[in-house]
């Protein structure tokens, strides 16, 4: 939980080679076939990392490192806030394996080419800012 209370989603954002890893929800009907950044919710007893990695396990079927909080939260109603971190890839190719259909790696220059979800954007240009920084082939 928040300091205020709230219960955190915890995304992760995945980068390699220059490129963040967009996922297509299929459920709820309301969300399906937008993009967002691989998570869910924090399990009481968990800290928002530990989700972070369990949650890309889950969906992805991959081994991931929480490298670092993207600052801000948003709100996303029902008392949930989304809060973001960086993350690498420790081992495995992501897959779409549960509520997503579709991966997409998306460098700076192709990230309006999907349709986020309007809470991720401003932590999606968060990102896009630190790997253009970085220069081509970073990963953050
Ligand atoms: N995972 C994720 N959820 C997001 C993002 N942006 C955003 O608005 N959401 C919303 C969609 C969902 O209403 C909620 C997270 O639910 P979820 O379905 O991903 O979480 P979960 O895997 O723990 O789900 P569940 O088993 O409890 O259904 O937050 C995002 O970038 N990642």
Redesign the pocket.
């Given at each position: 939980m928040t300091e205020n209370g709230a219960r955190i989603?915890?995304?992760g954002a995945l980068t390699r080679d220059g490129a963040l890893l967009a996922?297509r929800?299929t459920?709820?009907a309301g969300?399906a076939g937008r993009w967002?950044?691989?998570?869910?919710?924090v399990?009481p007893g968990e800290t928002p990392e530990e989700?972070v990695v369990r949650?890309l396990r889950?969906?992805l079927g991959v081994e991931a490192r929480v490298r670092d909080r993207i600052p801000g939260e948003?709100a996303?109603g029902r008392g949930?806030v989304?809060q973001?971190w960086t993350v690498r890839l420790v081992s495995g190719r992501p897959r779409p394996l549960?509520?997503h259909d579709e991966l997409r790696w998306l460098p700076p220059d192709r990230v309006d080419e999907v349709d986020w979800?309007?809470?991720?954007r401003p932590?999606v240009a968060e990102v896009m800012r630190r790997l253009r920084a970085a220069g081509p082939g970073a990963e953050l």
């Open positions: 989603v915890a995304g996922a929800r459920r709820p969300l967002e950044l691989p998570g869910g919710k399990e989700a949650e889950e969906e948003w996303l949930y989304l973001v549960e509520d979800l309007e809470l991720d932590a």
